[in-house]
Nanobody, 121 residues
Framework: QVQLVESGGGLVQAGGSLRLSCAASGSIVRINAMGWYRQAPGKQREWVATSTSDGSTAYKDSVKGRFTISRDNAKNTVYLQMNSLKPEDTGLYFC???????????????WGQGTQVTVSS
């Protein structure tokens, strides 16, 4: 299996910054992509950003120019640098990876437990 451990969440004032980290471990053969989702209280989970194995990145429109996703492939780790944070960025942030593990013929999606980000006004 694949285990994802997120860290870096916290409470910040509007305009502040946070850097989230997510480290993947387990019987991993290959990670195709890693990304971030978030879920605000009373809202559905939404996609935030993705980093693919070829280095391509994609972002939700509302975070473009403020958030940056990056990867350290040697450490199987993905990061989300969040700047100019707004109250509407508040939510539980989840790391996700698409990975092929030993003994499997296909890749599956794996999710972390989430790290809380709270932005005060």
């Amino acid at each position: 299996q694949v285990q994802l451990v997120e860290s870096g969440g916290g409470l910040v004032q509007a305009g502040g910054s946070l850097r989230l980290s997510c480290a993947a471990s387990g019987s991993i053969v290959r990670i195709n992509a890693m990304g971030w989702y978030r879920q605000a209280p009373g809202k559905q989970r939404e996609w935030v950003a993705t980093s693919t194995s070829d280095g391509s990145t994609a972002y939700k429109d509302s975070v473009k120019g403020r958030f940056t996703i990056s990867r350290d492939n040697a450490k199987n780790t993905v990061y989300l640098q969040m700047n100019s944070l707004k109250p509407e960025d508040t939510g539980l942030y989840f790391c996700v990876c698409s990975a092929k593990i030993i003994g499997s013929a296909y890749a599956s999606d794996y999710w972390g437990q989430g790290t809380q980000v709270t932005v005060s006004s």
